[in-house]
């Protein structure tokens, strides 16, 4: 290879990593200005802004309505990665197992969080709560202190069909 190509190779390789970084830091810009923000799977919003955790988690067939959300905090409200979607009602109990297996799974444990204050593990709810009634809710701890809280909630019926809503949230 002569010494001209070499060059142009190097020279290339450079000017997509500085593109990369370029791409990446405006990602973080953008992710930080909006404070709260949607994602699209696969898009550098979603790599950059949401949790490994929760990108991990295998979405259940027939899910619908499958969202990704995502806050850097501000104040006393924690980061967050969430993940949404809705599932006929029959198959609910069905899906509820196969998240918290999926959660187990990856090394958290159950926590004992209360909200009337008589466990020092802060607890914490989703936005969800004050919308729909809530079904089942727990919470895991990770041994890092991560929180991760797993929710149904029953949702008004839609065409005569009865569906629940799961929420996934980690907060780190």
Same mark, same amino acid.
């Given at each position: 290879?002569?010494?001209?190509?070499?060059?142009?190779?190097?020279?290339?390789?450079? *000017?997509?990593?500085?593109?990369?970084?370029?791409? !990446?830091?405006?990602?973080?810009?953008?992710?930080?200005?909006?404070?709260?923000?949607?994602?699209?799977?696969?898009? &550098?919003?979603?790599?950059?802004?949401?949790?490994? +955790?929760?990108?991990?988690?295998?979405? #259940?067939?027939?899910?619908?309505?499958?969202?990704?959300? *995502?806050?850097?905090?501000?104040?006393?409200? &924690? #980061?967050?990665?969430?993940?949404?979607?809705?599932?006929?009602?029959?198959?609910?109990?069905?899906?509820?197992?196969? !998240?918290?297996?999926?959660?187990?799974?990856?090394?958290?444990?159950?926590?004992?969080?209360?909200?009337?204050?008589?466990? &020092?593990? &802060?607890?914490?709810?989703?936005? !969800?709560?004050?919308?729909?009634?809530?079904?089942?809710?727990?919470?895991?701890?990770?041994?890092?202190?991560? +929180?991760?809280?797993?929710?149904?909630?029953? !949702?008004?019926?839609?065409?005569?069909?009865?569906?629940?809503?799961?929420?996934?949230?980690?907060?780190?």
């Amino acid at each position: 290879m002569s010494r001209t190509s070499i060059r142009t190779v190097i020279l290339s390789l450079a *000017g997509v990593a500085f593109a990369a970084l370029c791409g !990446l830091l405006i990602t973080i810009g953008y992710i930080f200005s909006m404070e709260d923000f949607v994602a699209q799977p696969g898009s &550098p919003v979603y790599y950059a802004g949401i949790s490994r +955790l929760i990108r991990s988690l295998g979405v #259940p067939e027939g899910a619908e309505d499958q969202e990704y959300f *995502g806050s850097v905090g501000d104040g006393n409200k &924690p #980061p967050q990665s969430q993940l949404g979607f809705t599932t006929a009602a029959g198959a609910g109990e069905r899906v509820w197992n196969a !998240l918290d297996a999926q959660l187990l799974g990856q090394g958290l444990q159950h926590s004992t969080a209360s909200h009337d204050g008589t466990d &020092p593990t &802060p607890a914490y709810s989703t936005n !969800l709560s004050t919308v729909v009634p809530t079904l089942r809710e727990v919470q895991y701890r990770s041994t890092r202190g991560d +929180l991760v809280v797993l929710g149904m909630h029953a !949702l008004p019926k839609n065409n005569g069909q009865a569906t629940v809503r799961f929420s996934i949230t980690h907060f780190d």
